[in-house]
């Protein structure tokens, strides 16, 4: 079972539409979460930190749910730039905290 | 710009020799990570430095891999008898201490081997 797991892409969805991304991972013992955003062919960027009593920025929802070691991330009124990979990120306890990441789900917004 | 640097930005390579990457952290970070990409993926941990000291690599770190991380700044990561295999997008990513702070990427090293 891979650390990090994500919803499989892709997904398409209309201009104004709400897409929701989920997330699980297997350490219980994890700390800290994120969603990170990548471009085609660029590198991933902070989307935003997850935290234990969900948040949110602009159109940009993330909750976590520790106890099913689940995370997600709601997108409302998607728009044409939204479109790109969302990564699901992870700090594990040991080493360094080093960064975990699920293989990403893509998302395409049309007009 | 004080954001994280890689050098070169695409390397095409015949396979059995060898590449060397560079990475330049934000300078106030002290931990430093190598990523791999491949399509469809997302980035796999490869390893990582506080400060000069390399406290962890990854299995998918074979033998003809090496990093170093000299003075505590810069990064190099090389790879040696490059294979076919190899060819991947590397990220170099820094952050301060805090377990609670978020990753920050360099543009990444395109790696084709021929």
């Known amino acids: 079972r891979k650390e990090v797991e994500q919803d499989p892409g892709p997904f398409n969805v209309p201009e104004g539409a709400t897409v929701a991304f989920n997330c699980t991972y297997s350490n219980s013992a994890s700390q800290s979460f994120f969603w990170y955003r990548q471009d085609c062919r660029k590198e991933p960027k902070l989307l935003m930190s997850?935290?234990?009593s969900g948040n949110e920025d602009g159109r940009f929802t993330a909750q976590l749910n520790r106890a099913s070691q689940y995370i997600s991330l709601l997108i409302r009124d998607s728009k044409l730039s939204d479109s790109a990979t969302y990564l699901c990120a992870v700090n594990a306890p040991t080493g360094g905290f080093k960064t975990i990441f699920g293989a990403g789900t893509r998302l395409f917004v049309k007009a | 710009d004080t954001g994280v640097s890689q050098d070169p930005r695409h390397k095409i390579t015949k396979r059995g020799q060898n590449v060397t990457f560079r990475c330049d952290p934000i300078s106030e970070h002290n931990r430093l990570y190598w990523y791999r990409q491949t399509l469809g993926q997302g980035p796999e941990f490869l390893t990582y430095f506080q400060n000069e000291a390399q406290l962890e690599k990854s299995r998918l770190l074979s033998d003809r891999f090496s990093a170093e991380r000299p003075k505590g700044s810069f990064s190099t990561l090389e790879i040696q008898r490059t294979e076919q295999g190899d060819s991947a997008m590397y990220l170099c990513?820094?952050?301060?201490?805090?377990?609670?702070?978020?990753?920050?990427f360099g543009n990444g090293t395109r790696l084709t081997v021929t």
């Open positions: 990513a820094s952050r301060q201490g805090s377990m609670n702070s978020p990753l920050h």
């Open positions: 997850v935290y234990s």
